[in-house]
């Protein structure tokens, strides 16, 4: 990681604004013409912060900060999975980059961030859902995971199919 223009942190409670404030900008760039318009409209940072501040202080949930010289531009967090999962198996919940700082490689560093955390608390995977109609889901195949299972998710007035990409092996994913 020599070189790089970000660096990578935990995040704190200081952080859950600009937490707020990445996630309704990265939806509305990302998920324009997929969830509803007047969905994406009615997103607020302050609502986003809130849902956030109440999962930071859930048990076994962490977050880590990707910086720039300006401030944070990214996050990733993760913890136990929600839902019947295999044991051994975390969940990455959020992973969200402001678009102006999409492609430097901060993804791929904040995901292995929270797989060797994972790993390090005894996890031997770790899987995240993924709207199938993300363009940018490819990224987690790039990464090693495979779609492992299927499900819909409402979003708005519409239900949307979603995707868990698992990593079997964090050791594999950590060593990328």
């Known amino acids: 990681m020599m070189n790089q223009p970000f660096r990578i942190r935990p995040a704190d409670d200081e952080d859950i604004p600009v937490i707020g404030e990445i996630l309704v900008e990265t939806w509305r760039h990302t998920f324009r013409g997929i969830i509803d318009d007047a969905f994406l409209a009615g997103m607020t940072e302050q609502d986003q912060s809130l849902r956030h501040a109440r999962r930071m202080g859930a048990k076994g949930v962490a977050y880590q900060a990707g910086v720039d010289r300006d401030g944070m531009i990214g996050f990733a967090n993760y913890g136990p999975p929600r839902g019947a999962v295999s044991s051994g198996v975390m969940e990455l919940y959020s992973l969200y980059i402001r678009p102006a700082a999409q492609g430097m490689g901060l993804g791929k560093a904040l995901v292995q961030t929270a797989a060797r955390d994972c790993r390090s608390q005894g996890a031997e995977g770790l899987f995240a859902w993924v709207l199938a109609e993300n363009a940018n889901r490819g990224f987690y195949e790039y990464l090693g995971a ?27 994913l950590v060593d990328l």
């Open 146 to 172: 495979t779609a492992s299972a299927r499900s819909t998710i409402r979003v708005g007035s519409r239900d949307h199919e979603q995707i868990a990409y698992l990593w079997q092996d964090l050791d594999e």
